[in-house]
Nanobody, 121 residues
């Protein structure tokens, strides 16, 4: 059974930092591209960041470039998202996703349950 368990969300003030984690099981993590998406209240789910299976290529939506860093540890089957200089507009539920189309920033089939991030001004 494929499982993606995302965690690390919370409440922070603007300018603060959080590190999200996604522990994966049930598939060969090291062979697949991975991504983070987010869904703000009242909005659709949007691509945030993606990383290739070996970690050599990373992708970011423009609004988080220079502030967020996606990484992975294939030995631990874990995906990370380091979020710095957080802004209130980053408030959303963040979801881990496997097998995305990174070129088109489209999600793959499997999702984590989501971890909420709230940034106050």
């Amino acid at each position: 059974e494929i499982q993606l368990v995302d965690s690390g969300g919370g409440q922070v003030q603007a300018g603060g930092s959080l590190r999200l984690s996604c522990v994966c099981s049930g598939f060969d993590f090291s062979s697949y591209d991975m991504a983070w998406f987010r869904q703000a209240p009242g909005k659709g789910r949007e691509f945030v960041a993606g990383i290739s299976w070996g970690g050599g290529r990373t992708y970011y939506t423009n609004s988080v470039k220079g502030r967020f860093t996606i990484s992975r540890d294939n030995s631990e089957n874990t995906l990370y998202l380091q979020m710095n200089s957080l802004k209130p507009v980053d408030t959303a539920v963040y979801y881990c996703n496997t097998q995305p189309d990174l070129d088109d920033q489209h999600p793959g089939l499997y999702w984590g349950l989501g971890t909420p991030v709230t940034v106050s001004s």
